[in-house]
């Protein structure tokens, strides 16, 4: 873009903004999966809520199938999502971890493809939620902050201190 | 905008989307609190964390002081905020509530007058947050969804179902 003399149109937040948004968000999220002990990511719950394995794998589902739609504009039923589909879950932390990892590279290599007005397209998103993308790219943002800050809780009351919210880079 | 035959140019998210996107966070926050029993909103804790009256009246502070500074470029600092110096803190959810509902007209009253080209200045936000304000105003988005999703296992552990994630409005 510094080669181009065009001035770009003024944005509330840039494409490129969003993408940073997105995975300093998902930085911090994997620095909590990590703070968990192996036995207590798998099993510990509070209040009958799943254990934050299972939250933590439904947003590797969605964020695959989500930087998915985004660009090529099919989408999976929620019902084919790997989390609920229940198919070759990962049993360890480090497997969730690999899982984890390779979407984020995935992420940042797609991102590139998506065109700005992409964000404004209406799409009928994993088979049930219509919107434009960037509303439905926000709440499954939202969705990953919410349950990761449940993570927090199940850390604080097993004594673990978790990493600092601030910190997502 | 509609009485204008200037073409807008293409945003990622439109001013009005992220206000209807904020005060959806808020809206759905305001449940949260509504469906804490009385007593539980101010004493009850998991791990050694806040209570949720206390986070949310930090998020009052924050919503209240963050939209002042969006607006006129005046920053409190953090030790200035009321849930820091401690005064005049609400001791009841209905005055919890009230002052949430201040702060909502507030908002939608001050959104108005937020120029475009606004989200993506540099602002010392609150005395020590370096950034445009579109960063710093999801900053404040998320610290609210983290803390919610907090007072969704504090809700559930003590068996009251919370309002659903998807509800905003």
């Given at each position: ?33 990590e ?82 007005e ?24 939202d ?13 604080r ?13």
């Amino acid at each position: 873009m510094t080669n181009n003399i065009i001035q770009e149109p003024q944005q509330v937040i840039l494409p490129e903004e969003l993408l940073l948004h997105w995975q300093g968000h998902r930085q911090l999220t994997r620095r909590v999966i990590e703070a968990f002990p192996e036995h207590e990511l798998f099993h510990y719950s509070i209040g009958g809520m799943r254990p934050f394995s299972e939250m933590a794998i439904e947003l590797i589902s969605l964020a695959a199938a989500g930087i998915q739609g985004m660009v090529t504009g099919s989408w999976r039923a929620t019902g084919e999502l790997d989390h609920h589909a229940g198919q070759s879950l990962p049993g360890t932390k480090a497997e969730i971890l690999r899982q984890w990892d390779l979407v984020t590279q995935e992420i940042n290599h797609s991102w590139l493809q998506i065109p700005l007005e992409r964000f404004q397209e209406l799409d009928m998103a994993f088979g049930q939620y219509e919107g434009p993308i960037i509303r439905i790219m926000l709440y499954w943002v939202d969705n990953e902050n919410h349950h990761r800050g449940q993570g927090y809780v199940y850390l604080r009351s097993l004594g673990i201190e978790p990493p600092p919210f601030w910190d997502r880079y």
